[in-house]
């Protein structure tokens, strides 16, 4: 028994009308997620700015979920081989946000413990004038006659032999 080319066509449009649905989807969440970054950078509002990020990563996870389900045909499969992906990826999400915690954790604990201790980070550094040609060169002997004659100058007088 042969399949006749009018049998496939009412299924070929409505795989076609399911591409272009999720299509205009995943257009509209890029679309928003831009408009909330851009509107974003003028904020001053530090709590607003959390906010709209919060949206944007539910935006992004709403589109990673229209493209595994769709895209990669997992929508229409059984639900044990969903499961087969799903809960090893939610496994990894759990294992990247506990070593971020433990990592945070970590960090706050050495600042605490050890009062000595500066992050690199937070240390200013103060930028240095720069010089051209001969008058450079000139400072650096200057500079370094300048440490000889320091470290002469506060050489400890040696201790007496008895």
Same mark, same amino acid.
């Given at each position: ?18 591409? #272009?649905?999720?299509?205009?989807? =995943? ?6 997620? @831009?408009? &909330?970054?851009? !509107?974003? $950078? ?32 997992? #929508?229409?499969?059984?639900?044990? =081989? ?6 090893? @990826?939610? &496994?990894?999400? !759990?294992? $990247? ?66």
């Amino acid at each position: 028994m042969s399949h006749s080319h009018t049998d496939q066509e009412p299924h070929n449009a409505e795989a076609m009308a399911e591409i #272009k649905k999720v299509t205009i989807i =995943l257009s509209v969440f890029t679309i928003i997620e @831009l408009i &909330l970054g851009f !509107w974003m $950078i003028s904020m001053t509002s530090m709590a607003l700015k959390l906010a709209i990020k919060g949206t944007i990563v539910i935006l992004m996870m709403a589109k990673a979920f229209y493209i595994v389900a769709y895209f990669m045909h997992l #929508k229409h499969e059984v639900k044990n =081989l969903i499961m087969t992906i799903v809960v090893p @990826l939610m &496994l990894f999400v !759990w294992f $990247i946000g506990a070593f971020l915690w433990d990592g945070n954790s970590f960090r706050n604990l050495r600042n605490d413990y050890n009062p000595y201790f500066k992050e690199q980070a937070t240390i200013k550094v103060e930028k240095k004038e720069e010089e051209h040609g001969a008058a450079k060169h000139e400072a650096v002997e200057t500079k370094h006659e300048t440490v000889e004659t320091k470290k002469e100058a506060t050489k400890p007088e040696p201790a007496p032999y008895y």
